[in-house]
């Protein structure tokens, strides 16, 4: 999925402001996304408000990411390394934003089972390229610190909005059964046992989302058995990258 530098400076800030602008329809849309939120809920329904609070800060980050992208330049050899690196993932990056702009469209007409396609293709393209394409983080380069943070907060949120979207897609009110439970538990230790502190922070973040979403709208159990997975998974990402 490779593209040339002058396609990934236009595609990439393209990308962000069609997907900018259609959060922005969701927020003040009737009815909005929350409203949708609210009218359908299941056993991974995390609290709405964890959602916002990443939104906001991932935004500054890819807008910085995007004028690094459009300020390197690739005829200078300290500056070209950083550089592929950003336009490598630039595509991967489109399409997570095309499909999440997508996603809103669909979300807030309620037509859940066609939001979650795109839900499933974003969140299935960051993660493919968090764990198969992206290079190393050089950590003494900001360029490439910022391009492993905006790919791997993309890919860490992504998890999130696949099991939300998922659940209320198909099991709308319905309580996790002991499946459920155990494909969760399993499912974020798999990712934490090969993510950085990083993604890992962010699937710990996930978990608290559901945790605290949980207590509202399911069972005080479940709820507790998800702020024990977010413990566990944080303990996974900090025992292997001490390890590592």
């Known amino acids: 999925m490779g593209v040339s530098l002058s ?9 962000f402001i069609f997907d900018f602008a259609a959060q922005q329809y969701g927020l003040n849309s009737k009815p909005n996304m929350l409203d949708i939120h609210n009218r359908n ?8 408000y964890f959602i916002g609070a990443f939104f906001t800060p991932q935004q500054f980050f890819q807008v910085a990411w ?6 390197l330049s690739p005829n200078k050899p300290n500056e070209k390394k950083e550089l ?6 630039a595509p991967y990056y489109a399409v997570g934003n095309l499909c999440i702009g ?8 309620e037509q859940l089972k066609i939001a979650n396609i795109f839900v499933w293709v974003n969140s299935l393209t960051q993660l493919f390229y968090c764990f198969t394409q992206l290079q190393p983080m050089n950590t003494k380069s900001w360029d490439s610190i910022l391009t492993h943070v905006v790919a791997k907060s993309f890919a860490g949120i992504g998890v999130l909005d696949l ?4 659940s209320v897609a198909y099991f709308k009110d319905a309580a996790p ?42 069972s005080s159990s479940w709820s507790q058995m998800l702020g024990g997975f977010a413990v566990g ?5 900090g025992l292997r990258n001490y390890i590592k």
């Not at 396609?7 to 990308?15: E, G, H, I, N, V």
């Not at 592929?84 to 993932?89: A, G, L, N």
């Not at 099991?163 to 998922?166: A, L, M, R």
Request: charged share 10%.
């Open 41 to 48: 809920l299941s056993f991974w329904s995390p609290q709405p």
């Open 102 to 109: 997508t996603w809103m469209i669909f979300w807030n007409t």
């Open 233 to 237: 998974t944080a303990a996974i990402v």
């Open 177 to 218: 059964s002991t499946a459920i439970k155990a494909i969760t538990g399993l499912g974020f230790a798999g990712l934490a046992a090969g993510s950085d502190w990083i993604l890992g922070g962010c699937l710990v973040y996930d978990l608290i989302a559901l945790s605290v979403g949980q207590s509202i709208y399911g």
């Open 66 to 71: 995007l004028y690094r992208l459009w300020k």
């Open 7 to 15: 396609t990934a400076r236009y595609l990439a800030p393209a990308s």
């Open 163 to 166: 099991v939300h979207n998922t």
């Open 84 to 89: 592929d690196e950003m336009v490598r993932y």
